[in-house]
């Protein structure tokens, strides 16, 4: 068996969810052999063909909907978990499932893979004023990484961040992928998407997808918006977060209301596709992220996104080429925009080469996972065989 851990699991939907999501569909098509362990969420009944653990959880204050797991108290859970024989282990999280994992790989002497996909010592000064304590915090959770066999990230300049943490390990890049990736004509989408949505043909459609959350650089954004009112545009914020209304709230000051649409969380993959695809622009000005999924998700639908120069996020673009890149001032990131819409050739060009470069489906990268899990596996039990030979 092939162990998934997270601390959330859609419908709680985020990149990691919906990575460890994929991973489990594709895994569980190429082996049979796969389960998630994740925190309960209210009212779920899961329906997936491959098996769900829940344990035991609470809501964690001003993160909604996000849960605070306790698998050490849930007993009918780790009864369980407990007969349960794993081959591997791997966390998409150091916290309480992270944890939970790293147990059961020491007590059944097994493989574990810890990846490494936010920018925890964001989160923690958001919630902690005390320094001392945050710095405790991403310790414990360097101890985590350094406790795991193999550490993935899913791109290069994530490894920066890890670095600063404090990590001093080996690292691997494996990419993330993207359930968009298919043989849907794109063009024909998108004429039937634009015209759902009551677009004319003289409006651009631009597009946020993520966490409403202050740390996405979502202020920016909107004063961003608020230069280029003269443009005829509409702009689509889909997700849910604590800064949901603090957002709507800004977007009324700033005289937006009549082009900026808060459509709140999409879970239904198809309707989601179909935003991405009406838009001609992907704005994500986010600093706080370090692989985003959605950024691949849009370049599989062809929408080119407009990222800031220097992000971890903006590794994976190269500016007019596959994506466009802008200095991190309101104006400048405006300006921009501006360009980018009296040369509609030049943003359908480097959409065209998003979907080329950037975009991977899942059922690639799972392949690329589980050849990884197995060499993984194989060269773990070796080393243990060594260790047995050598004690006898």
């Known amino acids: 068996m092939i162990g998934l851990f997270n601390d959330c699991f859609p419908p709680i939907m985020d990149g990691v969810s919906l990575t ?66 794993f081959e591997l282990v791997h966390a998409h999280c150091p916290f309480s499932s992270g944890t939970l994992a790293m147990r059961i790989a020491k007590a059944q002497n097994i493989p574990i893979v810890a990846t490494f996909h936010s920018k925890y010592k964001a989160d923690f000064e958001r919630a902690i004023p005390n320094k001392r304590i945050v710095d405790y915090l991403i310790k414990d959770v360097i101890r985590f990484y350094e406790s795991a066999d193999e550490v993935w990230i899913p791109q290069a300049s994530v490894e920066e961040t890890l670095r600063e943490y404090g990590y001093k390990g080996k690292v691997e890049v494996v990419d993330n992928g993207n359930d968009f990736s298919d043989n849907t004509s794109v063009y024909s989408l998108r004429e039937m998407a634009r015209e759902e949505l009551g677009v004319n043909e003289r409006e651009f459609v631009f597009l946020f997808v993520g966490q409403h959350i202050l740390e996405k650089n979502l202020v920016f954004l909107l004063e961003s918006l608020s230069l280029i009112r003269d443009i005829p545009f509409k702009m689509f914020f889909i997700g849910s977060g604590y800064a949901a209304q603090e957002l709507k709230q800004l977007s009324e000051k700033l005289n937006l209301s009549s082009k900026v649409f808060f459509k709140g969380t999409v879970t239904d993959r198809e309707k989601l596709k179909s935003y991405y695809a009406a838009a001609d622009l992907f704005l994500f000005p986010s600093l706080y992220d370090n692989a985003p999924l959605v950024v691949r998700e849009a370049a599989a639908l062809h929408t080119p996104s407009v990222l800031i120069a220097g992000s971890t996020s903006a590794e994976i673009v190269t500016n007019s080429v596959n994506g466009f890149l802008t200095n991190h001032t309101t104006d400048d990131y405006a300006q921009k925009i501006r360009e980018l819409t009296s040369s509609p050739f030049l943003m359908r060009m480097a959409g065209d080469k998003a979907a080329q470069s950037i975009a991977r489906s899942w059922e690639e990268v799972v392949d690329e996972v589980y050849d990884r899990y197995m060499c993984l596996v194989r060269r773990y039990s070796g080393t243990q065989n060594t260790f047995l030979w050598e004690a006898i």
């Open 20 to 85: 460890t999501q994929n991973y489990a569909y594709w895994l569980n098509k190429k082996t049979g052999n796969v389960c998630v362990v994740t925190p309960k969420s209210p009212n779920v009944r899961d329906q997936e063909e491959y098996p769900i653990y829940r344990y035991s959880s609470i809501p964690i204050p001003m993160r909604k909907p996000y849960r605070l797991g306790f698998p050490r108290i849930d007993w009918p859970f780790h009864e369980k978990i407990n007969r349960l024989s």
